[in-house]
């Protein structure tokens, strides 16, 4: 699923008026209709009250087309301008006339000296008051009211984004934003939904389909996009019924050190799982015991050195190398890193030790393939990209990284974004319980494993972290978040795969008892 871009948002609204013959008033009922339709759904008619508030702008006219069928429906609705300026929107204007004609109880006016409405915790909140065009600081009367709404503790829908968050940068306070329990968006989710800083403001999101033109949203490039199943199927590779091992790849894991040879244990482990036809796992000679004995389907090579890696040597040509889990930082370790990298041309996945020692020694960058696969957690990326602001500007220093240096970049976190230069893939699966030790070495390991089945070094990696996150939801199924290792998701991944072709389950139909004849 694409996740477009404010302008393009406006774009796409402006083609579909053109091509369908449709003014702008018209678009806008059709989205408050789709809203109005999902809380008819839901209310059946019930006589909850419903607080709508209204901005002024086209966002505000959307709240006023909902209220406009929700009162024409019997509902208990209350609506309210928030008359935050002198500007409205023309779609607004042609809203509140028709809501005036529906009801003889007007939308009541509220302004910087307005008493707050009395809101119940049982009540509903449906938030139009700013959508995705709000580009300053809202004022402080419209935070007290925004703060109200949190207070109250009633459920509050926002109409296509919680507001007082912007599209392209973290808002300046947490108070002058209303914090959704449910966003309904408009044709495409927002990029917010999915940042660690804004995320927040909304609990859960749904996308409503409001009929943008179809050739626009099909031919529109995106800088981001949303990784769920249906966009992982293409990718997958199917196996011929006379394919041997030998098809598949042969992985080569260089990591481990006395106390860590877990990591390597895991990577390989995952690597083999996920469907590489041979492993190896290249550790020191304490790892060799340890290897053979718990991972029997893996090859081994060991260093000379006992506890760490001080020269990588092989005589095999490996497909794809996953390197650093486990490794360490002696010095021996980096000079072996770097008499590595300047004869290497094996497609590369780096994880952990060797990212840092990386961004250590930057001119090491130099050295490593095309697309090589950088996988580092927070304390990880800030040390390969320094310090950022926001996660806006987090992802601008990542985007200029990944261009500089011609690498694939996993930000991992609740939602692991993949930058390819300037494109985000952000993935739908995974959980909390994967905050936990070696998740890391295992997400390695798989991407790894389907480079070395063939999958390009950029669809591994999309493909790599929704497997990774998948296995981890089938898991805690059985387990829960607190119990979750990192051996369970390397266990769940064959789950993970046949998942793919799940289809979704159909209610069961039950059939009304047949009248007995007389």
């Excluded at 199927?233 to 006395?258: N, V």
């Excluded at 486990?326 to 290497?344: D, R």
């Excluded at 020694?361 to 950088?374: A, F």
Aim: charge should be neutral.
């Amino acid at each position: 699923m694409k996740i477009f871009s404010k302008e393009q948002i406006y774009e796409g609204d402006k083609l579909t008026a053109i091509k369908q013959n449709i003014t702008s008033t018209e678009l806008m009922e059709r989205a408050g209709i789709q809203i109005f339709n999902w809380l008819h759904v839901r209310m059946q008619g019930a006589q909850v009250p419903i607080h709508i508030f209204c901005g002024i702008g086209n966002n505000g006219g959307d709240g006023i087309v909902i209220a406009r069928h929700l009162i024409n429906a019997g509902y208990n609705v209350k609506t309210y301008i928030v008359n935050y300026s002198t500007t409205r929107s023309k779609d607004f204007l042609v809203n509140y006339d028709l809501i005036k004609k529906t009801s003889k109880k007007w939308p009541e006016m509220m302004g910087p000296k307005s008493e707050l409405p009395v809101i119940d915790k049982d009540d509903i909140i449906v938030d139009a008051v700013f959508g995705i065009g709000l580009n300053r600081p809202v004022d402080d009367w419209v935070k007290n009211l925004f703060i109200h709404f949190k207070q109250s503790q009633a459920f509050t829908l926002s109409v296509d984004i919680p507001s007082g968050v912007y599209t392209d940068r973290v808002p300046e306070t947490e108070n002058g934003i209303v914090w959704a329990n449910y966003t309904l968006s408009f044709q495409s989710p927002k990029l917010i939904f999915f940042l660690p800083e804004t995320s927040k403001y909304s609990v859960q999101w749904e996308v409503l389909d409001i009929g943008i033109d179809r050739d626009f949203l099909s031919q529109t490039e995106t800088e981001a996009e949303l990784i769920g199943k249906n966009e992982v199927l293409p990718l997958y590779k199917p196996r011929d019924k006379y394919a041997h091992k030998g098809d598949f790849g042969h992985s080569l894991i260089i990591g481990g050190s006395y106390g860590k040879m877990g990591a390597a244990m895991l990577s390989s482990r995952a690597a083999l799982s996920i469907g590489a036809g041979l492993v190896t796992a290249f550790v020191p000679k304490c790892g060799y015991q340890i290897m053979q004995t718990v991972f029997p389907e893996a090859m081994v090579i060991t260093d000379k050195n006992d506890t760490v890696i001080s020269e990588i040597k092989y005589d095999f040509e490996p497909s794809v190398i996953g390197i650093g889990v486990g490794m360490g930082s002696e010095n021996q370790t980096i000079v072996a890193l770097e008499h590595f990298l300047k004869t290497n041309t094996k497609p590369l996945v780096v994880d952990a030790d060797a990212l840092n020692i990386l961004s250590k020694t930057k001119s090491l960058l130099t050295l490593i393939p095309k697309q090589t696969v950088l996988t580092p957690h927070p304390k990880e990326l800030e040390r390969l990209i320094g310090t950022w602001t926001d996660d806006f500007d987090k992802l601008k220093k990542v985007k200029t990284f990944s261009k500089k240096h011609n690498v694939i970049v996993v930000i991992k976190g609740a939602n692991t974004i993949t930058v390819f230069e300037d494109k985000l893939y952000v993935n739908t699966t995974g959980n909390p319980g994967m905050a936990t030790a070696g998740v890391g070495d295992v997400l390695t390991g798989v991407i790894t494993g389907l480079i070395s089945q063939g999958y390009t070094p950029l669809s591994a990696t999309i493909f790599g972290v929704y497997l990774h996150g998948k296995a981890a939801d089938i898991a805690i199924e059985d387990l829960g978040y607190q119990s979750l290792i990192a051996s369970h998701i390397i266990e769940a991944l064959g789950k993970g795969y046949i998942d793919l072709f799940k289809q979704p389950e159909m209610p069961e139909v039950v059939e009304a008892p047949k009248e007995k004849s007389n």
